[in-house]
């Protein structure tokens, strides 16, 4: 199987966990939010190694910064910034731009992650009122 395609079923594999997460959020199942989202995480982190070793020109593989950092993030929206997100690179993915997918996956990772540290966070500090 060629990069591109793993990549491709990376990025699917992901967007169906992420929906799986959107819909456990929803039900305020946490455990299940946080196994799903945690999946998501792994599947872009595997996205993102296969694009480090498909794309040759790593000048052009920068660090991006999503939009500047936020102390509250609604989790609900960034859930769907990262569908658009995932959306937006596959479309890149079959129109052969590597590189804006690359980057688009990288953001998504990147709003995964804090949504998974503020999760965790919100867990640490209820596990303190108890």
């Known amino acids: 199987m060629e990069a591109s395609e793993k990549i491709l079923k990376a990025l699917k594999s992901a967007a169906t966990y992420l929906e799986n997460s959107v819909s456990a959020f929803k ?3 946490e455990n299940s939010f946080a196994d799903s ?3 998501v995480a792994a599947e ?5 190694f296969l694009f480090s070793i498909t794309i040759k020109n790593e000048s052009g593989m920068s660090k991006w910064k999503p939009n500047p950092e936020q102390k509250e993030i ?3 929206q960034v859930l769907d910034a990262v569908q658009n997100l995932l959306s937006e690179s596959e479309k890149c993915m079959m129109n052969k731009k590597l590189l804006d997918a690359y980057k688009s996956v990288h953001n998504a990772r990147h709003y995964v992650l804090r949504v998974q540290e503020d999760h965790a966070k919100r867990k640490r ?3 303190k009122k108890k």
């Open 125 to 127: 500090e209820a596990l």
């Open 74 to 76: 609604k989790t609900d």
């Open 44 to 48: 872009l982190e595997y996205a993102l």
């Open 37 to 39: 989202i945690w999946h």
């Open 27 to 29: 039900k305020e199942d």
